[in-house]
């Protein structure tokens, strides 16, 4: 029972620092262009299904047209093996705000705009390539150490200049949301000349996905799937535990954020939760 609680406890705790625990239940299609059979992942099977396409064997999928040229034909083929090799000019994917986003490969420099996308980069140790970062990521050195000599965006407001001054390849923040998208849309417009994408990496039910495409775009995708893995092994572990509890022994927990309600960015715990089977009460 005491591991059960230690391990609870630390589930809940790392969801709410950020930690990055994939939803393993949740399935979904990696959104890049070159995932013709809409898997979660660009493999030889989406080139055997291209050429039933081209054959006109298999049908059409919204992700076929790997190199994003309007139409579907060898060159789209050409495109996924280089994907598998790493060695893509270009990838285009969908964002968390649904944005189709074309990505110049390869990425060396970026600047993420919050801690939880800043967050995503160590766990994949690329944070050699982050060149600039919020005062908030800054402001955290007790888990971002490697970032402590950044260069400051700002923070709420972001100091566009500075952002331009940097050159990055690639600008991360939040994507989707009431709140999110409209900021993330009026970035790309105030920013046309570098490439801005959404990526949100504290929603339950897209996390998992969102890790594997930042190593599709950073090209670390083995990365990706081990630490998701990693992840999986400790979910599996958690939810074995939690099973083996009586309904009303679980504990049932009240999370409360600015008042009595659940913002948000903060609704990913109550899916955090629900992905342990906790009994909990929600804030109305």
Known sequence: MKRLKHLLSLFLVSAMIQAIVPAIAFDYTLEIFGNANMDDT?????VEYIEG???GTNAATDLSD???DGKIDKD???QIEQIIAGEEKELTIIDSAKRVVTIKEPVQSIVVLNSDAASAAKNLGITDK???VTSVVLGKQYYFPELSDRTNVGYPEFNYETILSLKPDLVINYGSGSSYQPKLLEMAEKLPSLTVVGLDFYKQETLRYEMDMLGYILNEEERAKEYNLWCKTYEEEIEALVDELEPENKPRVFIAKNGWFIP???KHLDQALAVTSYAHWLGE
């Open 42 to 46: 660009i493999d030889e099977r989406d």
């Open 53 to 55: 396409v081209i054959k």
């Open 66 to 68: 790997a190199n994003y």
């Open 76 to 78: 789209d083929i050409t």
């Open 130 to 132: 982050v060149v600039g």
């Open 264 to 266: 948000e960015p903060f």
